[in-house]
């Protein structure tokens, strides 16, 4: 048996006809950018979340610098966010001018409040927090937004793995100031190419990521600010709106049903599984699990050996990535050990809403068959 990460195959049969209706309207719309599509998709995604503006970009990065720019952060400030996530996080603080200043994570593979704290009183400069929802667990915003209001800081939500995530009540994008979200094809919402959004309670963040995105034009011709070209164009739109936005919910039931085999069956002393604050919440990105650091390549080559593809989230932490040591020394504060331990010993599962039951099944006896 083949138990793939993604199975676009399967995604296109079930959606296709969904997907070439949302093709035909654009296309004889004859308006291909920053036009109706958006705008109505927008509106869907900010009912999903809750929230009442959603600002359509090209993909997750763009999001999270926009929201960063868009809440005033400018070159020389400091933004805390964790050094287990993907590059893109941190990429885009420093594509804000920003310097990232890198603290723990918790045993979840969350920012760790605990460590935030102690970073922000070494470094009262930091003007932003940027916690990532690793995995599509929740981390604990209603603690990073009280950090930040005390520290004069504002909090960025990265919630590119975490669309719709709920943790003891609380949900996705209900305490920062803006919420990022990745379309990127693999992510829960995932586009046919690439898109990204923010997702707001603050008309001032709206107004301005609408600026940014578009040339830092305000109105048109009129340049106010600097910005880039970062827009989600109407083909991407519509297919979100039409095809896979409506989807969601069962797709992240699935998700969850198949996180919960797991986490019931899968019972190999040599595999831990990494539930999360609040498992029912979660949205499950992905399925973590870790294994004895020096054992994880055989692991994963067992795995594939048994057609179960695995992926590890992620294997060098931020602060350790060439394209950030080669600028100098970065910040942190406080160890890393927690962080390092996720990336040497950590593994993630197949966890996509079109695995069959027996595929899920088989993944289980896999897992359990593994010795150490
Ligand atoms: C995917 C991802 C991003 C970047 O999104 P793109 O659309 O690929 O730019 C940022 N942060 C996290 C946590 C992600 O998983």
């Known amino acids: 048996m083949k138990v793939v990460a993604n199975a676009f195959d399967r995604l296109w049969a079930d959606c296709q006809g969904d997907?070439?209706?949302?093709?035909?309207?654009?296309?004889?719309?004859?308006?291909?950018?920053?036009g109706p599509q958006v705008s109505a998709f927008e509106k869907e995604l900010g009912r999903h979340c809750r929230l009442p503006h959603a600002v359509g970009c090209a993909n997750g990065m763009d999001a999270i610098e926009i929201a960063l720019r868009a809440a005033g952060i400018a070159p020389g400030s400091k933004v805390l966010t964790t050094p287990l996530s993907a590059f893109a996080t941190t990429l885009a603080i420093l594509r804000a001018g920003a310097e990232p200043v890198f603290a723990d994570v918790?045993?979840?593979?969350?920012?760790?409040?605990?460590?935030?704290?102690a970073a922000l009183a070494a470094y009262p400069e930091i003007r932003a927090l940027l916690p990532v929802h690793l995995f599509g667990h929740l981390a604990d915003t209603p603690r990073f937004a009280e950090?930040?209001?005390?520290?004069?800081?504002?909090?960025?939500?990265?919630?590119a793995q975490a669309i719709g995530a709920t943790?003891?009540?609380?949900?996705?994008?209900?305490?920062?100031?803006a919420t990022c979200l990745s379309f990127y094809p693999t992510k829960n919402l995932g586009a046919m190419g690439d898109g990204g959004a923010l997702v707001t309670g603050d008309e001032g963040i709206r107004r301005r990521a609408m600026t940014l995105r578009n040339y830092g034009q305000s109105e048109k011709y009129i340049h106010t600010e600097l910005g880039?070209?970062?827009?989600?164009?109407?083909?991407?739109?519509?297919?979100?709106?039409?095809a896979f936005l409506p989807k969601l919910t069962r797709w992240t039931d699935e998700r969850r049903t198949i996180a919960r085999t797991y986490l019931d069956k899968i019972s190999?002393?040599?595999?831990?599984?990494?539930?999360?604050?609040?498992?029912?919440?979660?949205?499950?990105?992905?399925?973590?699990?870790l294994v004895a650091a020096s054992r994880r390549t055989a692991f994963a080559d067992y795995?594939?050996?048994?057609?179960?593809?695995?992926?590890?989230?992620?294997?060098?932490?931020?602060?350790?990535?060439?394209?950030?040591?080669?600028?100098?020394?970065?910040?942190?504060?406080g160890s890393l050990d927690r962080a390092r331990k996720f990336a040497t010993c950590e593994v993630s599962l197949p966890i996509h809403p079109y695995l069959t039951d027996g595929e899920v099944a088989y993944v289980v006896d896999v897992v359990n068959g593994w010795t150490g």
């Open 167 to 177: 943790r003891n009540g609380v949900s996705t994008g209900e305490f920062g100031l």
């Open 303 to 333: 795995l594939q050996s048994k057609g179960v593809q695995a992926n590890l989230h992620y294997p060098v932490v931020i602060p350790d990535q060439e394209a950030i040591t080669r600028r100098g020394s970065p910040t942190v504060h």
């Open 19 to 34: 997907v070439m209706a949302a093709v035909a309207s654009v296309g004889a719309s004859g308006w291909w950018i920053l």
């Open 147 to 159: 950090m930040a209001r005390k520290a004069g800081a504002v909090l960025i939500e990265d919630a």
């Open 228 to 242: 880039m070209n970062s827009r989600l164009d109407e083909l991407q739109a519509a297919v979100l709106k039409d």
């Open 268 to 289: 190999s002393a040599h595999v831990t599984c990494v539930p999360g604050p609040d498992p029912v919440g979660s949205v499950w990105h992905l399925f973590p699990v």
């Open 106 to 117: 918790d045993e979840h593979g969350l920012l760790d409040p605990q460590a935030a704290e």
